[in-house]
Every structure is written in C-alpha cells, then in structure tokens.
C-alpha cells in the first residue's frame, strides 16, 4: 500500500477544513507565542547561564522541533514568509551552537556541559528525533537542506559513538523516537546508514542489561526494553513512548520485510485495541509512569489518555495500515482523530489538554476542603502552556497533515479511509470527496482515476447505502474501475455501546456515538449529572451545532428525586427528562463543569 500524503491532497471544506484554517490561523502562533513566554525560544540564542530564569529543559529542544514541523506542513500548503523566517532564525540558531563535532542539544550545552550521553532518561535522542522530523518536513515544503545537513551531521557523530564506539553509557534512548524519525529520514535521503541506524537502535532495544535496569523506580517495561523487540506482543509502559517505538517497528516490517516484527506489531496494536484503549482512542490509564496498565483498567475520571498518546496511536495505526490494507487500522485513527486527539485542544485553538478524562466530578476536585489526601485529577479546564508542553505542538503537526490519512493506493485501486472534504490530483486524474459528515452520513466521491476505488466500510457502521453497485472484502467496499461517480449513505444514528464486562468502572453503563463521534453530557447543559439515567432504549433526536461544526444529541431519560432520605428500601421517585449530549472533543469549552462519557442506564 502506498500512502497518499498530505502535500498532495487539499481539504476543501466541511469539519477540517475548519480545524486546519484554526490551526493555521491561530494556533500555530499561539504556541510559538507561549513557546517564547516560557523562554523556549530564547534558549536557541545560546546566552542562559546558571542563575538565570528560564532553565532549558531536557527537551525543550523537541517543542521547538515539533512547532517547527507543523510550521512546514502549514508552509507546504500555504506559502507564509513570517513562518519560514522564523524557521529559517531557530536553524540559524541551530548552525552556530552546534558543536564542532555535531553534537546540539540545549541541555547539555548550556546545564550540564561535558555530561553528553551519560543519562539514557534525558531524551537527547528524542530531542534529535524530532529534529530530524522537523528537518525532513522542511526540506520537503520548502527544498530547503541546511537544516538536514546540519542534523547528519549530528548524526555521523551519534553513529560514531553508538554504533562504532560503544561509548555512550546507554545503547537505546529512553525515550524512543529517534527510530522513526531515522525511517523518514532514510525515505528523504535515500541514504542506507540512516536505515541501519534505525535498525540498530530497534535490534538492540531489550538485549542490553544496562538499558534494562530500573531507572527513577521504573520497571525496564516502562521504556518497553523488557524484551527485544520481536519478542514484544502486549502494549506496556508509557504511552507515548511505547506508541513512538511501535511506529518505526511498523516502519521496519514494512521496509525490511521482517515477518517477526510485522507480526509483534498485530499482535500490540490488537492488545491496545481490544483491551488498553478508551472509547474515543485515548491510551493510559494511569499518570504514573503516563502508561498503559492491565487490560481492562480504564478508569474515566482518572484517565491519564495524554493528547500525545492519542496522536502516537494514529502514527501506528496509519503505519500498520500502509503494512496491511487492512481497514481496522483506518477505523482506529478515525476514532482517535475525532475525539481522543481534538478533545486536546480548544475550540477556538488556543489552550490545551494534556490528560483527557472521560469523567469530571466537581465534587472530587473539591474534596480537599473535606479531607486532605484525594486522588490526583487530571485539570477541569484547558491552559495555553504547560511546564511539559509537548501535546500542543504535536496537535499543530497532526491537523496541519491531516491528509495524510485520506486516500491510499495499491496496485488497481485508490483507497479513500476518511471522509473529509478533499481533493487529490495526479498527471491529470483526480479524485475528490464531498460530505458534511460527521455531521452527515453522505459521502459523494467523483474520481477519474483509471482505478477501482476502494472506501472503507467504518467498523461502526451498521447500516450504509452506494448509488452504483460494489463488491465487499474485508472492510472495503470496492467499485469498478470506470464507475466515475459515487454517492455512498452511512447511517450515521446515534447509537448506544457498552464495554466489556471486565471494564470494572462502565458496568451498567453505555456511552453515546454518532459515526466517529463519541458523546458526553456536561453539567452545563443538564445541571446536577447526578441521578441522571439513560432510558433503555432511549429515542434520540439530533440537531446541528455551529458551535461544534457537528451534531448534538437529545436523548430520553429520567432523573431520581432526592427526597431528603440518604437510603431507602424502596425505589426514589423519578420523572422524565431529556439529556443533552455533546461531540466530547468539545467538553469544557464553557467553564468548569460535570462530564460524563459513560452515563448510567436507568
Ligand atoms: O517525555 C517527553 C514527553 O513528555 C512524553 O512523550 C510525554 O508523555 C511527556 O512526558
Ligand atoms: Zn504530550
């Protein structure tokens, strides 16, 4: 399967085309402005010294990298001197601190001189990482290659002292990354070495016992360097960490054709999916350690499910699905990408979630007035920065190249895997999507390709009508080449799901999608959440929102009496009611408020 990337493809309207023109408009700038608040941007001029505020962070440097791809993507597609100059300033920056050996990290250099590769937790490899992505997204927008050039340089010293020398104190970074962003540069360069440098880092990943000890008191599972990597079948330890690695593995099955590795990648990716991944795609269940926990545990109001971790998955999925073919893999970043990625960012594409809960109960946040210990809680409310602000830059990159994920092609036929408002056009052909969805179930698909066109079939969808006729295999619904104009009906009715019985927390419960869309009920539209119960088989009526650019849902239910009696033997009085249900992505964009993902069914 080939990948059709975003460069190619231009979203034409409806839902994301909303959320780039945010995206470019506003948010990009609003992190670079917060990015220089904090002192982010200044510690490139090279001056901090001890004493000083604003300390470098260890990877302070990938913030800045992770702003500086999304401003390429965004340049990619439109053009914007002010952007590329600030670009163009960083990697000036960059080209006169760098050592003379290769070597730029901004910790090290200005905190800890002469400590180089000594801690394997510190992320110099990850701050490299995204560099090198940084670099090839800005080589690809603008043919730009001072940047690349400056980072291979860098490069021939990490191979000299890792591969050639063996002289750092670890093997494998602690926080993967790196390993992917090494495909992506071989895929740009061509060059082999980076391809086996990538391989390195993977193959000796769990083989070394250095790499395996615990670190700060975490189990060599939290780096997912229990065990070499082929051996690997279940999701473990950090989220992002763990999603990042799983990626380049998918890269690796894919450009080595490494049957072993392939198959640990299905057997992870089904471990997450069936049992360690929250309803709207979200990953970790606790913030200890940011990470996956056992199967099953998913705790909503405690849910860690970072916007990082949720972006991370989309990067595996869409690899595991350029690997395979196989729709599954578009049905899991379309769950992701309208819910556990967006719900990170604010409407009006400004502040940010870093944990994404699936419950808010005020009372919780408030129980230190009674007692002094409380769990810890994710916040109630979106802030622009945070001290660790790595979610607000890896949202820009995600919705700047979000047509990536669109169209595919194989042999005779092009893929469409998402429904978005969008275009693609080659040596004269084209193909073009038109739908309000998800707001809508109709998808119109003109394409002039001399190729069937193959559309997935979303794993929620029970119902769906074509205009022309179609073949069926696997999740795709295949139509002739030739067939020049389809209009497809998904039936996009609000429906109910449960979880799996061993989902301790959502027992008697059910949760609200429409489409991709999962739904919650906030305080702020039905007051006191409590009490509230969903009808069993509730009717449901939907009506469109400007404010959300997609549906809410009004759905029967009942609300129990507080009769002033704390127990009772018998039955509290209840009445009818409606519950109002929005798209989650959208929850706590209008002050503090109750949130339920999971509702009680009466
Ligand atoms: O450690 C770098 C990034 O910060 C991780 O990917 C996130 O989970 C956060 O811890
Ligand atoms: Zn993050």
Redesign the pocket.
Known sequence: MRSITFDKINITGGFWKARQEINRSATINAVWNRFSDTGRVKAFDFKWKEGDDCKPHI?WDSDIAKWIESAAYIIAKNPDKELENKIERIIDRIEENQHTDGYFNLYYTLCEPGKRFTDRTC?EL?CLGHLIEAAVAYYNATGKDRFINLLCKYLDLVEKVFVKENSAAFVTPG?EEIELALFKLYGCTGNERWLDLAMFFLNMRGTVPHDQSLYEGTHPKYSQSHLPVREQFEAVG?C??ACYLYSAMADAALTMKDEKLKYACERIFDDIVNKKMYITGGLGSSHKG?SFTVSYDLPNETAYA?T??AISLAFFAQRMFILTGESKYADVIERVMYNGIIAGISLDGISFFYENPLEINLINHNRHICVSNGERLPITQRKEVFD?S?CPPNLTRFVASLGDYIFAENGDAIYVNQFIESEYEENGQSISIRTEYPSQGTVEIKSSFDKAVAVRIPSWCSRFTASVPYTRKGGYIFFDKGISDIIIIFDISPVINVSNPLVWENAGKCAITAGPVVYCAEGVDNGDLRGLFIKHNPNFTVEYSELYKTNIIKASAVKYKDNGQLYSTREFEKENTELTLIPYFAFANRGESDMKVWINVE
Do not use: D
Request: hydrophobic residues 25%; proline residues 0%; charged residues 25%.
């Open positions: 990877f992320h990850y926080h950090h992002v960490r940011e970072e990082c971790a660790c790595c």
